[in-house]
């Protein structure tokens, strides 16, 4: 899914045809009012796509990174670093310790790295790919993006609206993913 997919939805949404007509042609469009609100968007966009991963399906990948001086700084990382799952050595989960700018290891040289990260940011390419796939589609995203600018705007009702309609479709997803489950009662 791309910003360009996610903002044709919340175009549609916010009821803006010129933003619309602008995101299914291939041209550049110059007006500096429509510039600001599509970055305005994208940005709406980052907003959402860090809750989605932060809070809600946990986007992950596993690196090899090199350890100097026992440390493995964040920057090393391809990714915006959230949560560590966990640190290997040859093979073998081994102790870390996490501070601000570095994972502290017990050695120098090569680990495995499995972490939880956020989504890059906007870089001004519509075609950019966010990063989420499967049931995680340009509608939610797009849908959260809405709620965001219009709360962002004062336009509170819709927010409400918006925001009841994303959260609905994360926890539709959830269920269908079998994430969560609802134990059986026992009934006397």
Not at 114 to 138: H, R
Request: glycine share 4%; net charge negative; charged share 30%.
């Amino acid at each position: 899914m791309t910003y360009r997919e996610c903002l044709r939805v919340a175009s549609l949404y916010l009821n803006e045809k010129n933003l619309y007509d602008y995101l299914n042609e291939d041209t550049t469009y110059t007006d500096e009012e429509m510039q600001r609100k599509i970055k305005y968007l994208c940005s709406c966009v980052d907003v959402i796509a860090n809750e989605i991963a932060c809070e809600y399906f946990p986007l992950n990948k596993t690196e090899i990174v090199f350890a100097s001086n026992k440390r493995i700084p964040y920057e090393n990382f391809t990714y915006y670093v959230v949560d560590l799952k966990y640190v290997k050595r040859n093979g073998r989960k081994v102790n870390f310790d996490i501070y601000s700018e570095y994972i502290e290891v017990d050695e120098d040289g090569q680990y495995e790295v499995c972490y939880d990260y956020s989504p890059k940011s906007y870089n001004g390419n519509l075609d950019e790919v966010i990063g989420f796939y499967g049931k995680i589609t340009a509608r939610v995203v797009g849908i959260g993006t809405v709620a965001e600018y219009c709360l962002a705007f004062d336009r509170f009702d819709e927010a409400i609206t918006y925001d009841k309609m994303f959260k609905d479709a994360l926890v539709g997803i959830a269920k269908n993913s079998g994430k969560h489950r609802v134990k059986k009662r026992r009934w006397a």
